[in-house]
Nanobody, 119 residues
Framework: QVQLVESGGGLVQAGGSLRLSCAAS????????MGWFRQAPGKEREFVAS????????YYADSVKGRFTISRDNAKNTVYLQMNSLKPEDTAVYYC????????????WGRGTQVTVSS
């Protein structure tokens, strides 16, 4: 199994920046891809960004392209989400998730970290 713990959320004004971190532990050698998702009040959870553990290819939702950057530090088993030019509509609970080799779904999830962007 893989355990994930997010950190770095908080309250920021529109136009500001935050960096989220997600530390993985357990069977980290089985991780193939890490992703960030978010869920705003009254809305369904949505994909934000993901990164392949080997090679580092990244993917983004259209709503965050050019503003958010996902990166990873394999030595620290940590993935980051740098969020710039934040907007009130980015307000949500942000979750980290991992895929493991041989599986197509994100099986492991963190508990989430709250990001609130004030206007």
């Amino acid at each position: 199994q893989v355990q994930l713990v997010e950190s770095g959320g908080g309250l920021v004004q529109a136009g500001g920046s935050l960096r989220l971190s997600c530390a993985a532990s357990g069977r980290t050698d089985s991780i193939s891809q890490m992703g960030w998702f978010r869920q705003a009040p009254g809305k369904e959870r949505e994909f934000v960004a993901s990164i392949r553990w080997s090679g580092g290819t990244s993917y983004y939702a259209d709503s965050v392209k050019g503003r958010f950057t996902i990166s990873r530090d394999n030595a620290k088993n940590t993935v980051y989400l740098q969020m710039n030019s934040l907007k009130p509509e980015d307000t949500a609970v942000y979750y980290c998730a991992s895929r493991v080799v041989g599986r197509s779904d994100y099986e492991y999830w963190g508990r989430g970290t709250q990001v609130t962007v004030s206007s």
